[in-house]
């Protein structure tokens, strides 16, 4: 915003900056979130109960009284209708307001819920305001904006009212693309939400279905689709190693491998090799469903980078993840004489310091590691492949970071992100919309459906029945809980507790323990002794969540349910279910259920398929947890609404191809205005 003039203005500026307005524009784009209709009085005997109404009354007497709490009740005739105004937090002020009032003979208009009280009609901290008795009443429905501390609605409205009446807004989308999809006029929209006469369809505008609502939320998808094509084109204008797809290393590879690729990752294969064939950058996100295969695409477009004299690297968010990766890629690749590095936090000083100069060393090869990779003091010599498992659990500049990895400016590696957490479509088109995707659709053959089952805490001797039961039976399992120590806000079994009571509970087997608090070594000290069998059932937290893959584990209990989300639960759940028996999964939940955790455990046991379990989280949760820290600041669509508003989330896609290719110049303004600095996020 222009730097105001004055110290109150000033600090009014620094409050609005908390609210993401820095422009007099942001104002303008500072809209309602809903409504209060001052357009006409209703009498105090007639007012209807629960619905806020505007009243008028004639100040009589003003006292602070104590009944029982302190409190400041301004008695009031309305008509022949007594009416007291009462306040609890008030200011000494407001009783020579009052006083002052009295004297001048104004009439104070005050807007709440008329209820009966102890001495007849009553309001509990209305909005009011002194007025003389000529004063007219609003023309339009008073706007209540989204706020912040020590900014009150009517300075809020003070400030855009004088926006909009000094800021020129025009219109940013072409006069030929507004008549091809039948767009309302801008400025007529803005202004019109912000003053909407008294006899608008109330529905519309709380829904935000009116007209005017959906021009504002088209031309905030159509920046959005505008600014992730233009990095999409921009990120295509750079140049990148074009690997080679048909080397020997991957010949043989693939000629040797002891299985064959499903049809799905086939068909993804044959896209990253592709992508990676070509001069410029690959950004391509490989998404699919726990245990479906994954990794091996991976190493297969790892040995395309090595083949082709280029480094990769495998970047992972856990060192349990990293080190599976690391010991799956030396089972593959080792074989054929490829160099792999395992760069991870705990190195000891001398081993990381080799590791870092074997990375930093002409020539290909894999580098496997966690957050490590993107850390000052770690150079590539030619890093022509970067690939980022779990991408959503890393942030934009930590991708950034091992992108810029590559030691020639010149040159950017291609990028392969993956996640096991399906991305439902309207996410995949709008967030994503600047990543080719590849969808792994299907699950390997052999692989057991999980079954999954619901049961309250009260039936807990049964499910260690069924844990006995398993262990005895050669069988594995984990027993997932939800926090490592006590705390004091929330009322749930912990690790350590759990791990005591069940090592009481079965004498007969060895109870391993498994929580991210562990050092490193001990972390993976545990995972393999329970690989080996050496532990039958081993307690854990969410550790465990990705990149644990032990194939006899055919049993899960998962503590606390209802406190997991669905990508996660669907995460853990994969976690069994990977060998050949029959697996289950076991939800302990504690009674009552709120709402939401109810819908969260009925679509979990409803649902096997992760993309149906995406679409059900998105629908409880919004897009949040599919981004991670993909926005890296910026919020998410202010306005549109992904489930609601897809079929216009189709039109501004193919707009902005229109716009982009035949009015380019209004398509920079266009996102100029909508995202301003913020669309830097969408660099990845």
Request: glycine share 6%.
């Amino acid at each position: 915003m222009p730097k105001p003039a004055g110290k109150t203005a000033a600090t009014l500026a620094k409050k609005l900056e908390k609210l993401g307005i820095r422009s007099r524009f942001d104002l303008v784009l500072h809209l309602p979130l809903r409504y209060e209709d001052e357009t006409s009085l209703t009498q105090v005997e007639h007012a209807p109960p629960g619905v806020p109404v505007l009243v008028e009354a004639r100040p009589v007497r003003a006292e602070i009284g104590y009944r029982p709490r302190r409190q400041l009740t301004l008695h009031a005739m309305s008509g022949d209708t007594p009416l007291g105004l009462r306040f609890f937090n008030f200011y000494p002020s407001q009783v020579k307001q009052f006083e002052r009032a009295m004297a001048d003979a104004l009439i104070v208009r005050a807007f709440g819920e008329v209820r009966l009280g102890r001495f007849g009609a009553e309001m509990l901290h209305p909005r009011y305001k002194l007025v003389t008795a000529s004063e007219p009443l609003p023309d339009s429905l008073t706007p209540i904006y989204p706020a912040t501390a020590g900014v009150t609605q009517p300075a809020l409205r003070a400030v855009i009212l004088d926006a909009l009446r000094s800021e020129p807004i025009e219109e940013s989308v072409p006069e030929p693309l507004r008549k091809r999809y039948s767009l309302r006029d801008f400025p007529a929209s803005v202004r019109f939400l912000h003053t909407p006469p008294p006899r608008v369809d109330a529905g519309q505008l709380i829904e935000r279905t009116h007209p005017a609502w959906q021009r504002i939320k088209f031309d905030e998808l159509l920046a959005q689709q505008l600014s992730m094509r233009m990095h999409y084109l921009a990120r295509r204008s750079r140049a990148a190693p074009p690997l080679v797809t048909a080397g020997p290393l991957l010949k043989h590879f693939l000629s040797a491998m002891p299985f064959a690729l499903t049809p799905a990752q086939r068909r993804c294969l044959e896209e990253i090799m592709r992508d990676i064939g070509q001069p410029h950058p690959m950004q391509r996100l490989l998404q699919g469903d726990v245990g479906s295969g994954k990794t091996i695409l991976a190493a297969l477009s790892a040995l395309a980078a090595v083949d082709s004299g280029w480094q990769a690297a495998v970047m992972a968010p856990t060192e349990i993840l990293a080190e599976q990766h690391y010991r799956k890629f030396s089972e593959w690749l080792a074989p054929l004489g490829v160099k792999l590095s395992w760069l991870h936090g705990s190195l000891a000083k001398k081993d990381r310091q080799s590791t870092l100069r074997d990375v930093a060393a002409e020539g290909p090869g894999v580098v496997i590691g966690t957050h490590a990779l993107f850390q000052q003091g770690v150079d590539f010599s030619r890093l022509g492949l970067a690939i980022v498992d779990e991408q959503h659990r890393f942030g934009v500049q930590q991708r950034l970071a091992l992108r810029n990895k590559a030691s020639a400016n010149s040159i950017v590696p291609h990028q392969l992100m993956m996640s096991a957490t399906p991305i439902p479509r309207t996410l995949s088109m709008s967030y994503y919309a600047d990543l080719d995707v590849s969808v792994i659709d299907e699950l390997p053959p052999g692989r057991t459906p999980v079954r999954t089952r619901l049961v309250a805490n009260g039936r807990r001797s049964q499910v260690l029945a069924r844990v006995r039961e398993a262990c005895a039976a050669g069988q594995q399992a984990y027993w997932v809980c939800p926090l490592i120590e006590e705390s004091e806000t929330l009322d749930l079994q912990t690790a350590l507790d759990t791990y005591a009571e069940l090592q009481a509970e079965f004498p007969e087997l060895k109870v391993g323990l498994l929580h991210g608090r562990l050092q490193p070594a001990e972390k993976a000290e545990a995972m393999h002794a329970f690989k080996d069998n050496q532990f039958q059932l081993l307690v854990c937290t969410t550790v465990i969540e990705v990149g644990v893959d032990v194939p006899n584990a055919s049993l899960m209990v998962i503590e606390h349910s209802e406190r997991f989300g669905l990508a996660q639960l669907h995460q853990l759940r994969g976690r069994v279910g990977r060998g050949t028996r029959e697996s289950d999964c076991i939800l302990l939940y504690a009674s009552p259920l709120s709402d939401m955790a109810r819908q969260r455990l009925k679509a979990i046991y409803e649902n096997a398929d992760g993309f149906a379990i995406a679409q059900a989280d998105l629908s409880l949760r919004g897009p949040g947890e599919y981004l991670g820290e993909r926005q890296s600041g910026s919020p998410l669509l202010r306005f549109a609404d992904l489930e609601k508003d897809e079929a216009m989330l189709d039109v501004a896609r193919e707009a902005a191809g229109l716009m982009l290719e035949e009015h380019p110049a209004e398509a920079r303004a266009h996102v100029e205005r909508w995202l301003g600095s913020r669309q830097e996020f969408t660099r990845v």
